[in-house]
């Protein structure tokens, strides 16, 4: 490795991201650092905000780097983290002699340039490592009188927050009394305008979260057969009537406020006493990557369980500003690894977060969960609904069956044990070969109106679907 | 939720469609939960419920009619190990085209496995995957695996439990072991199939073709199709047969093509002739030539100036004109004897350079001896390694590292990866894909390592088949018909 503190100087954009760096330095948030024996390359896995760990790898030769975080400074911070750790700690990388895909990856898209990269004092003009360290170790104390104001600015801010949200459900409320009163038909064909339109002022009421909900519903609606869009709107809307009530029963229930305003950053759910932490083995039965009308993608990474004895999932959600284009998500359709989740507190919790990463766990098949008693394969959503109605996604497993096509070649997953009776419509099309291959079981999600498959496991082995 | 319930939600759901309050028309106990002193809260309230119980007490009404596929046949190799998938999967995605993607399923069928379906699946007009792929062939068109799995040896009493593809390859196999045997199924069974079927059905009587097959293509000249009196025609032609005037060999278009080419001698002690093209006067007339060349047979044309097929080969002037030299070369492949095309691939190969690469016109006629010289020579002189990925029909797996490492090859791949120039690094790694497939597991692995040394990332895609390739080196080559190959 041939990195100097002068040289990570140079590459830094500004003081901010050496400042920021510094504090990336910690080997604690590194749940991986490895470098090439050969090959001038070091690489790292950084636990960032998101809850994917960000993919950091930089090739010491020619500087030439990569990371998945959506930052927009480049290098971003996680970059020269991974830089300041070679050249001062080198020993924390473990040496391999095999690069991971993603770094194969990225070596087989990026061009080397054509000549060295330059470093040199000018580049590094009015950035320090040495300032940047010093803010670590120093970070500025503050007053009891300082710290008194914050507080109290903060809840000024929490209570303005509150009464925004409140005023914007009301807003809400009315909107969709207006909408039943001026009918579901005309709602369906200008959803995207009105809904645009009553989304803004959630923003501005600061019901964010509750906003983005509202904005792709047009979306959802939009994926349905003409006949199947009122249903579809009166179960979004219904779902919103109740978060908006349920909310105002409880306004600092952490899951509603996740729902209608903002979301828990990283560090307060691995804070959370409550949080509920997992530590098994993990496989990724698949991501749901949707770009949103409010410019952001969400990228959704479905986990398994695969030590329960029952179904248990976990969604690990990142996202990223559309314009950041393409990122590649921390795991790929059927990586399986043990890991410790913590998950945001909920009455079903399935969005989590890696707080540890705990090596890598062979292929196999899924444990075998037993069928619902009354043969229901949809028995886990009402339980689900039962418990947070206003959600609308819900993993399940289902038993063996099989994908079909109806007259309009629509895709079913009907059950094997009753080829007459239960099937349920799949969302989009499917690979064709999936026609003739008979499914032991399938993760999917039912949204109360098409499954959206996720993996099944066949006679001939698992099956990625997402 | 009860048949009332059921009712009065279809009486909201159409009320909320069209707009307007609903209340009134609620089933009682939804009315006595949603009582609230406001209209609209009355209504958002009902909706709630409503959401509810389309959300949990309804399910989608399936239709009758589901149709479901009958079971993806089993084959009869192993599948690819679960660890190697990711491998393959680069491989294909590497793989530009159709023909690229079936020659990597080749290389895997040759050692033993075959692809997870989900990765690839033959199309429904596939004739080029390997053989064990039939049966997806088939299933892909609609076909009952059962049965399929019910076959036994075709015979004209057998020839409707056969499905296309499981059918041609049982054809292909008995005109290799018995050629009388399947052309009496072809003439009798083919007889009554449609044109294009019937025309698949004569294409392979071009496997073990022989003098005993000529009564049979000669009446085919009175078949309704033009397309399967042309193909018969051209298999006459490769026995020597000579055209007729209806179709391909007609005499004035082969005159018309002799006028094209000069007949001159050569040698002071003992003259003897030559043939070269004569240029082109004008676009109209390289058009022309190129017309005539494709069209008229090869024995035809050498009958016209006296000469047997491989002394009009040995007479012609290569390197006159590079465009009537492939010509011609692809005019002796498409109605040349096994004779001509033998002695023109081995003139070409002994010739080497820019000849030994025409002679990969030839490859679908030429046995495996000759295939392997070709290549052989061909990475020898190093001069357009990127056209190999043009052989047909070639065997995977059997390149060593001893033919890769005597002549030009290497040093030519190192200097093309470790050079600045885009072209010539890209024709690297066609060939990189080529010898992925026709590379031994050893020399694939020693070649990626040699070009990785040279400067090539390690990752770069274009190494994914060399590296498949090596990685399947616990599993030495199967006896897979190269033919039904490439």
Redesign the interface.
């Known amino acids: 490795m041939q990195l100097d503190l002068k040289t990570i100087e140079a590459l830094a954009p500004d003081q901010a991201s050496l400042g920021a760096a510094a504090k990336l330095t910690k080997r604690s948030n590194w749940p991986r650092l490895e470098a090439h024996e050969q ?1 001038p390359l070091i690489w790292g896995e950084c636990q960032g905000s998101g809850s994917n760990p960000y993919r950091v790898a930089f090739d010491t030769s020619d500087h030439g780097y990569k990371c998945t975080c959506p930052s927009r400074k480049f290098p971003c911070k996680h970059i020269l983290a991974l830089t300041w750790i070679g050249a001062t700690a080198p020993a924390s990388f473990a040496r391999v002699d095999q ?1 991971p ?1 993603w ?6 898209r ?1 061009r080397k340039p ?1 000549q060295p990269p330059a470093t040199g004092p000018a580049r590094a003009e009015g950035k320090s490592i040495d300032e940047a360290s010093r803010l670590e170790e120093a970070p500025p104390v503050e007053d009891a009188a300082a710290a008194e104001r914050r507080e109290a600015a903060q809840r000024k801010r929490a209570e303005d927050t509150r009464s925004a949200v409140s005023a914007a459900l009301d807003e809400l ?2 909107w ?2 207006d909408q ?7 709602f369906v064909d200008a959803s995207s305008e009105r809904c645009r339109r009553i989304a803004a002022r959630l923003v501005d009421l600061k019901a964010t979260a509750l906003a983005g909900r509202v904005d792709e519903l047009p979306a959802k609606l939009m994926a349905l057969r003409g006949e199947e869009r ?2 579809a709107a ?6 919103l ?2 978060l908006a ?1 349920a909310w105002r029963a409880a306004p600092d229930d952490a899951e509603l406020k996740r729902l209608v305003s903002t979301s828990e950053t990283r560090d307060q759910i691995l804070a959370n006493p409550d949080a509920v932490q997992v530590e098994s083995d993990w496989e990724v039965l698949g991501e749901k990557i949707e770009a949103r009308r409010d410019g952001l993608v969400s990228h959704a990474t479905w986990l398994l369980d695969l030590k329960s004895t029952t179904p248990r999932f976990a969604v690990l959600l990142d996202f990223f500003p559309a314009s950041a284009g393409r990122r590649s998500g921390a795991f790929a359709a059927g990586d399986r690894f043990r890991a410790r989740l913590v998950f945001y507190p909920a009455r079903n919790p399935l969005r989590a977060l890696v707080a540890e990463r705990l090596g890598d766990v062979a ?1 196999g098949t899924w444990p075998t969960f037993a069928p619902d008693a009354a043969g229901d394969p ?1 028995a886990a ?2 339980a689900f ?1 039962d418990g947070a ?1 206003w959600l609308s996604d819900c993993p399940i497993i289902l038993p063996a069956g ?1 994908i ?4 309009k070649d629509g895709a ?1 997953w ?1 059950a094997a044990s009753d ?7 799949v969302a989009g099309s499917v ?8 499914l032991a079981a399938t993760a999917a999600l039912w949204n ?2 098409r499954l959206e498959l996720l993996a099944s496991q066949s006679s ?5 679907l997402s | 939720m009860n048949e009332l319930d059921q009712a009065g939600l279809a009486r909201l759901r159409d009320g909320w469609i069209s707009g307007g309050a609903m209340f009134e028309f609620a089933p009682v106990e939804w009315k006595e939960v949603a009582t609230a002193s406001s209209p609209d809260e009355q209504e958002r309230r009902l909706l709630a419920i409503a959401a509810q119980a389309l959300d949990v007490a309804l399910r989608p009404a399936a239709p009758k009619t589901l149709k479901r596929r009958p079971p993806l046949p089993v084959l009869a190799l192993p599948m690819l190990p679960e660890r190697l998938r990711p491998l393959l999967r680069a491989a294909l995605k590497y793989a530009a085209d159709a023909r690229l993607k079936t020659r990597v399923a080749a290389l895997v069928a040759s050692r033993g496995f075959v692809l997870h379906p989900m990765d690839w699946m033959p199309s429904v007009s596939d004739q080029e995957s390997p053989d064990i792929y039939a049966p997806w062939v088939d299933w892909q068109a609609g076909a009952d695996s059962q049965k399929q799995s019910r076959r036994e040896d075709l015979t004209a009493e057998t020839w409707d439990d056969f499905y296309p593809a499981a059918r041609r390859s049982a054809l292909i196999d008995l005109r290799r072991s018995a050629p009388a045997l399947a052309r009496t199924l072809i003439e009798t069974k083919g007889a009554s199939e449609p044109a294009e079927v019937r025309l698949a059905l004569v294409e392979l009587m071009r496997f073990g073709l022989g003098a005993d097959d000529v009564p049979f293509l000669k009446s085919l000249s009175a078949d309704r199709s033009g397309k399967v009196r042309e193909m018969a025609g051209r298999l006459l032609a490769r026995l020597g047969e000579r055209g007729n005037q209806a179709d391909g060999g007609s005499e004035d278009s082969t005159a018309e093509l002799a006028a094209f080419i000069e007949e001159g001698k050569s040698g002071f002690i003992r003259r003897r002739a030559t043939y070269a093209p004569i240029k082109p006067k004008s676009q109209a007339q390289q058009a022309r030539r190129a017309d005539l060349f494709a069209s008229c047979y090869f024995g035809d044309l050498v009958v016209r100036f006296g000469r047997t097929e491989p002394d009009f080969i040995g007479a012609w002037q290569f390197g006159v004109d590079d465009g009537a030299d492939l010509f011609l070369v692809r005019m002796v492949a498409v109605s040349g004897s096994d004779e001509a095309v033998a002695s023109l691939a081995d003139l070409l190969a002994a010739a080497g350079g820019r000849l030994a690469i025409l002679g990969l016109q030839l490859t679908a006629r030429l046995d495996s001896g000759r295939k392997r010289v070709l290549v052989r020579q061909i990475l020898n002189d190093a001069q357009n390694l990127a056209a190999l990925i043009l052989v047909e029909g070639a065997e995977a797996g059997w390149l060593e590292w001893s033919d890769l490492a005597k002549g030009k090859t290497l040093p030519a791949l190192r200097s093309a990866v470790s050079g600045d120039n885009d072209v010539t690094r890209r024709n690297a790694e066609q060939y990189l894909e080529a010898v992925g497939f026709l590379a031994s597991p050893v020399s694939a692995e020693k070649l990626i390592g040699e070009v990785v040394a040279a400067g090539l990332p390690p990752a770069s895609p274009s190494l994914s088949l060399l590296r498949l390739n090596a990685a399947l080196a616990g599993n030495p080559n199967q006896m897979i018909n190269p033919e039904k190959i490439a």
């Open positions: 090959l690069t895909d770094v194969n990856d990225w070596l087989s990026r054509g409320d009315q969709i009394a039943l009163r001026l009918g579901l038909a005309g009122p249903d009166i179960r979004e809307l219904g779902k009537v109740l009530k292929p949809l959503c009402a609904q109605p099989a079909a096509l109806d007259e079913w009907q080829p007459h009776g239960i099937a349920l419509p690979h064709q070969t999936l026609l003739g291959i008979d109360g109106a001939i082995g698992r099956l990625d």
